[in-house]
Nanobody, 125 residues
């Protein structure tokens, strides 16, 4: 069974840094996009950063210059380095990936979208 597991959340003061990590495990035939979303309290989930298999990355404007997404295609991991954190970055952060898997009864592997369970990031003094 394929799963995404996040780690690295916590409480940090404004201006501080945190590094989130996400590892994909299971019977994986390939991964295309990997990224991070977040859901602030009382708000909808939003895309924070996304990277494709070639390592090209995109960010929402509010984190450009502060967050860096990186990926290890051999280990099936994606990290999010978050610097100069602000209170408005407080949210549950979720890992997301498009993973090629063999489903029961299928003739060939197909891509499915997977979510991690999330990790809390709180920025507060």
């Amino acid at each position: 069974q394929v799963q995404l597991v996040e780690s690295g959340g916590g409480l940090v003061q404004p201006g501080g840094s945190l590094r989130l990590s996400c590892a994909a495990s299971g019977n994986i035939f390939g991964i295309t996009n990997m990224g991070w979303y977040r859901q602030p309290p009382g708000k909808q989930r939003e895309l924070v950063a996304l990277t494709d298999f070639d390592g090209d990355a995109n960010y929402i404007d509010s984190v450009k210059g502060r967050f860096i997404i990186s990926r290890d295609t051999r280990k099936n991991t994606v990290d999010l380095q978050m610097n100069d954190l602000k209170p408005e970055d407080t949210a549950v952060y979720y890992c997301n990936a498009d993973i090629r898997v063999m489903e029961p009864g299928a003739a060939y592997p197909r891509y499915r979208n997977f979510w991690g369970r999330g990790t809390q990031v709180t920025v507060s003094s």
